[in-house]
Antibody, heavy 122, light 111 residues
């Protein structure tokens, strides 16, 4: 059974750097075709994809946020870490991580974590 | 960037009646590998999104057969044959042929 759980601060100040951790079980990020993505959702708004990392350490970023994002993985710990610099109140959102496999379900984000709410405020 | 649009943005449905949501992409989602990278998600209140449909028309494990997807290229449709109370929430389409983009969502509630 695949599970993912997001963790990190609930409150950050403007201009600070946000670091979120996705801890997962039920799969390995060293398995070919596997990846983990980050998606966020401001309160009452739509989903927005942020970043994605593949089993081979290939990384993809949202073009609009690329300069502020870094995604890394620690295969031994079953974790994926997302950092976002220069946080602003508009970055207030629930942040989700999700599992994806290139072949299984043809690359959908099939299993999601419960999400973690991050508020940006001074 | 590929832009996803959905219509309608909200829908109020009588239980037992059908419902239909349209999703359009600004570029074709048909890949050279022959697959079309279009998915549908339902986000129930207070929950993360859950996968309903992958590759246009394939139901994910455990998804009731009252949900069906169709379409090709840039035009896609999600249909619910008989809406039930548990189907309320926001429905999103998503593409992954070029990075990932979600539609704006369609909020479905019960009359």
């Amino acid at each position: 059974q695949i599970t993912l759980k997001e963790s990190g601060p609930t409150l950050v100040k403007p201009t600070q750097t946000l670091t979120l951790t996705c801890t997962f079980s039920g799969f390995s990020l060293s398995t070919s075709g596997v990846g983990v993505g980050w998606i966020r959702q401001p309160p009452g708004k739509a989903l927005e994809w942020l970043a994605f990392i593949y089993w081979n350490d290939d990384k993809r970023y949202s073009p609009s946020l690329k300069s502020r994002l870094t995604i890394t993985k620690d295969t031994s710990k079953n974790q994926v870490v997302l950092t976002m610099t220069n946080m602003d109140p508009v970055d207030t959102a629930t942040y989700y991580c999700a599992h994806r496999h290139l072949i299984v379900v043809v690359g959908a984000f099939d299993i999601w974590g419960q999400g973690t709410m991050v508020t940006v405020s001074s | 960037d590929i832009v996803m649009t959905q219509t309608p943005l909200s829908l109020s449905v009588t239980p037992g009646q059908p419902a239909s949501i349209s999703c359009k992409s600004s570029q074709s989602l048909l890949h050279s590998d022959g697959k079309t990278y279009l998915y549908w998600y339902l986000q129930k209140p207070g929950q993360p999104p859950q996968l309903l449909i992958y590759e246009v028309s394939n139901r994910f494990s455990g998804v009731p057969d009252r949900f069906s997807g169709s379409g090709s290229g840039t035009d896609f449709t999600l249909k619910i044959s008989r809406v039930e109370a548990e189907d309320v929430g926001v429905y999103y389409c998503m593409q992954s042929i070029q990075s990932f983009t979600f539609g704006p969502g369609t909020k479905v509630d019960i009359k």
